[in-house]
């Protein structure tokens, strides 16, 4: 296990990209418990800002409405220091979102089988119930077979853009949120020396 005092004096973000159910807010959690730094969902930041969920937003104003929330909720970050940052899997498709990310630290883009996500969407239903499908439906109405074939055309198209804007890369698929933890710091303090 890495020890904390080996990042602290390190006073970079690490922000946490990636497609839904790849682990961001479940390993934003503890990793920012381990370093002792806040966690920030930008997320969870957007539905606090208008009162309702995400959900809601899309259902009612459009994926516009929502995506002109989440930059507003990004670029209000600027100066954010020491903290860890999940952001929504579709944050990065806006280039200012992107450029805001990585200009506030360190981009680490979890990924995960498609098998595994729809896996993990399917079993996890505050997830169903909260998020929004992009075909409209609500995700509790989808089937396996129509969320697979989402999550591969999502991904297809999302893939670069993670890859470009990531520093490291880390497979969840097949490990534990400690485990994914561990692979973070180690990789965080390696990547402290080697700047």
Known sequence: MIRMTETENDDRNIILIGYRGTGKTSVGQELARRLHRPFHDTDVLIEKREGRSIRDMVAREGWAFFRERERAAISSLDGLRRCVLATGGGAVLDPKNAEVLKSLGWVVLLTASEEIIVRRILNDPAS???????????????????????????????????????DQIIDTSQISTAEIVDEILRRFQSQRFNV
């Open 128 to 166: 169903r119930e909260q998020r929004p499908s992009f075909s409209g439906k609500a995700s509790t109405e989808i089937s396996e077979e129509t969320m697979r074939k989402e999550t591969t055309e999502i991904l297809k198209q999302r893939m670069p853009i993670y890859r470009v804007l990531a």
